[in-house]
T-cell receptor, first 113, second 115 residues
Framework: GDSVTQMEGPVTLSEEAFLTINCTYT??????LFWYVQYPGEGLQLLLK?????DKGSNKGFEATYRKETTSFHLEKGSVQVSDSAVYFC????????????FGQGTTLQVKP | EAEVAQSPRYKITEKSQAVAFWCDPI?????LYWYRQILGQGPELLVQ????????DSQLPKDRFSAERLKGVDSTLKIQPAELGDSAMYLC?????????????FGAGSRLTVL
């Protein structure tokens, strides 16, 4: 079945460091790929998305490129801030009709001043 | 900005008791989802509604969980009886029909603790 695997956390970085959170997926066909972020005490918020191979999603300085050849969608940011501390979830959706999302286990990011 | 409303935010109950969660999606969103997020894991879909109809409840433990969306607007998720393993965050999300790339809007969630 479809699945998403993320790197283990927590990831601890100093402010202004470069961030990479790895995400790989298993799915048939051409799923859409997403990154959601969950700040403490809040629900999930869409961070960025990509719908086809080689698409790059970007938002708030975060980027991720849909790589079909490596079935990956790694999240990157050039310079993290303390306010980026949160849990990040990679997700896929195979059906544009149902909208059902399959999530990875989440990666906690802690950014220290 | 429109939000998905959920209540209660926090619920503590004893095992074998009944518990219910309520969700009011964004106005006009025909598709509604209930997800369960166990601590340290990603959310998993429990049930999906299209208007008032269930379109996917394959992962809903039907012996103790039930969900309804009688008028195709707000929805209730019920657990009876609650078990210790039901402790989790219950997330509601909605999506407008025809929205591109499956963008779901999530509520803040209802955190359940079963003692």
């Amino acid at each position: 079945g479809d699945s998403v695997t993320q790197m283990e956390g927590p990831v601890t970085l100093s402010e202004e460091a470069f961030l990479t959170i790895n995400c790989t997926y298993t799915a048939t066909g051409y799923p859409s790929l997403f990154w959601y972020v969950q700040y403490p005490g809040e629900g999930l918020q869409l961070l960025l998305k990509a719908t086809k191979a080689d698409d790059k999603g970007s938002n708030k300085g975060f980027e991720a490129t849909y790589r079909k050849e490596t079935t990956s969608f790694h999240l990157e940011k050039g310079s993290v801030q303390v306010s980026d501390s949160a849990v990040y979830f990679c997700a896929l959706s195979r059906s544009s009709n149902t909208g059902k999302l399959i999530f990875g286990q989440g990666t906690t990011l802690q950014v220290k001043p | 900005e429109a939000e998905v409303a959920q209540s209660p935010r926090y619920k503590i109950t004893e095992k074998s008791q009944a518990v219910a969660f309520w969700c009011d999606p964004i106005s006009g969103h025909a598709t509604l989802y209930w997800y369960r997020q166990i601590l340290g894991q990603g959310p998993e879909l429990l049930v999906q509604f299209q208007d008032e109809s269930v379109v996917d409840d394959s992962q809903l433990p039907k012996d103790r969980f039930s969900a309804e969306r009688l008028k195709g607007v707000d929805s209730t998720l019920k657990i009876q009886p609650a078990e210790l393993g039901d402790s989790a965050m219950y997330l509601c999300a909605s999506r407008i029909q025809g929205a591109g790339a499956n963008v779901l809007t999530f509520g803040a969630g209802s955190r359940l603790t079963v003692l």
